[in-house]
């Protein structure tokens, strides 16, 4: 059986500039072999085995010969496979080479175009492409020399007309400044470098061709860059987007089609998220189904597994009919009626017929924290997973914790040196009772907001006055 392969162009950096019919690739795929420039907030929702092939100017992790190898191989074995690629795969991404390859090997592939930075980039700072009153095209240049040391045709280069882009140019930033302005190009030639494009560092500088290499070095900026040559950068002061939260990079419990995370985003925030614990599902001895009584549940999740089991044991979930359910709060009482149940009551501790039999269903370490009747029968239906937190804090602003689980979750996957940046960290709380489990946890800077308005508020008052410091974290 033979696999396909997609080769998938992740656009610039945001997450959500992925087009619809990579989002279904990426869901669809077995794995996924990615480079380093892919934003992991975009891989967080899927399922698929993750490859990291990611290649370092200088340093490549897993060469070219490699990963060509291992999309056959893949492929070969009846895999799915998504090759996500920055930008666009057919922009000096290789995916000419890769897809050639393929075709080679007799395996089946697509291309899935993505926004190539050398458009959504420039964007992002401002600065379009092409306009009526600067330039009526635009020509889009790799800054690499190729292996065999031929240079650019710099004589034709520089007498082109409209907007000229360098990708991976940073090295040859100075050269490319200087063989535009010896064949001809006005030294006052305007001249942008957008270094992170749409990612939280973002970063900007704009010169002419004489003073840009002086400027860069100034403001340090580095590679990943574009380079953009043209009078379009003119009208960069002018279109520049200006965002409340533009610079932050937060930090988020990861939940699928999050309003979090596109309420911060809307506000110019890049989010990322961290993993939540995994729910894992344990056996319990039912109670006898035909006696009934009185089933608390204290979480969906339970009463989800509870009703797995049910079925595995071959019970009808008809016999639910002989007991009273009983909702923990109002938002597990929602979720069972999005299932077509409707709780009969509220949990109420003294409410409860202690002359009946009483069952809670929860979480392993949640049932056991609960300080309820020592009569009833406490059933742990799963529990959850402790899972390490890949992700370096010291990248980060701010996290938004909008649960006491969600705290607890990225507390217990992180080890002690991450505890520690942790305690540290600005701490948006949503509510109360989960600023009350931060400081339980010792942590410190904890801000209390209890809706999503209001932590979006929260975070722009608490960072209005630290721009200088976004982009180089706390």
């Known amino acids: 059986m033979s696999g396909r392969v997609s080769l998938i162009g992740a656009g610039p950096g945001n997450p959500e500039l992925l087009t619809l019919l990579a989002q279904r690739r990426l869901a669809e795929a077995d794995v996924i072999v990615y480079d380093r420039l892919v934003n992991p907030a975009l891989l967080a929702p899927y399922a698929a085995e993750k490859i990291d092939v990611g290649k370092l100017p200088h340093h490549h992790k897993v060469s070219q010969y490699q990963i060509n190898d291992m999309l056959v191989e893949l492929a070969q074995s009846g895999k799915r496979v998504a090759r ?3 930008g666009d795969p057919y922009v000096f991404g290789r995916g000419g080479e890769e897809g050639q390859y393929l075709k080679q090997h007799h395996v089946a592939f697509e291309v899935v175009p993505g926004l190539t930075s050398a458009i959504a980039g420039l964007a992002a700072a401002g600065i ?33 007309e409209g907007t000229l882009v360098f990708l991976m140019g940073m090295e040859q930033l100075a050269t490319i400044a200087d063989q535009l302005m010896v064949n001809g190009m006005s030294a006052t030639t305007p001249v942008a470098v957008i ?14 061709l004489a003073t840009i290499v002086d400027v860069v070095t100034a403001a340090k900026i ?40 596109a309420a911060l985003q809307d506000e110019g925030a890049s989010v990322n998220y961290f993993d939540r614990r995994k729910k894992q599902p344990r056996a319990v001895a039912l109670p006898d189904m035909a006696a009934g009584g009185t089933l608390v549940i204290t979480d969906f999740a339970a009463f989800h597994y509870f009703q797995q089991q049910l079925l595995t044991l071959g019970v009808d979930g008809r016999s639910l009919n002989h007991w009273q359910l009983v909702a923990m709060n109002q938002v597990v009482a929602n979720r069972l009626q999005e299932t077509g149940l409707l709780a009969d009551a509220l949990y109420d501790e003294q409410q409860l017929d202690l002359t009946q039999p009483v069952v809670y269903l929860g979480e392993q370490a949640a049932l056991a924290q609960l300080n309820g009747p020592a009569t009833a029968q406490y059933l742990a239906t799963y529990e959850r997973i402790a899972v390490p937190q890949s992700v370096d804090l010291a ?47 010792g942590l410190h800077a904890i801000v209390a907001a209890p809706s999503y308005d209001d932590v979006i508020q929260a975070v722009k008052k608490e960072f209005s006055t630290d721009e200088s410091n976004r982009v180089t974290g706390r």
């Open 84 to 86: 996500l690629k920055a």
């Open 128 to 160: 379009p492409i092409t306009h009526r009153d600067y330039a009526s095209s635009f020509h889009v240049i790799t800054g690499h020399r190729k292996a065999e040391g031929k240079e650019l045709d710099w004589a034709n280069i520089a007498h082109q």
């Open 195 to 208: 270094q992170w494009a749409t990612h939280w560092k973002q970063r900007s500088v704009s010169a002419d």
């Open 222 to 261: 580095g590679a990943p860059a574009l380079i953009v040559v043209g009078g379009v950068v003119k009208l960069m002061p002018e279109l520049q987007p200006q965002l409340a939260l533009q610079g932050l990079h937060l930090l988020i419990p990861f939940k699928a089609e999050s309003k979090l995370f």
């Open 395 to 441: 990248d980060f602003h701010a996290v938004v914790f909008p649960s006491s689980a969600s705290v607890n979750d990225l507390y217990a996957g992180c080890d002690e040196a991450q505890r520690a940046q942790l305690q540290t960290m600005t701490c948006f709380a949503m509510g109360q009772t989960v600023a009350d489990e931060c400081q339980k946890l």
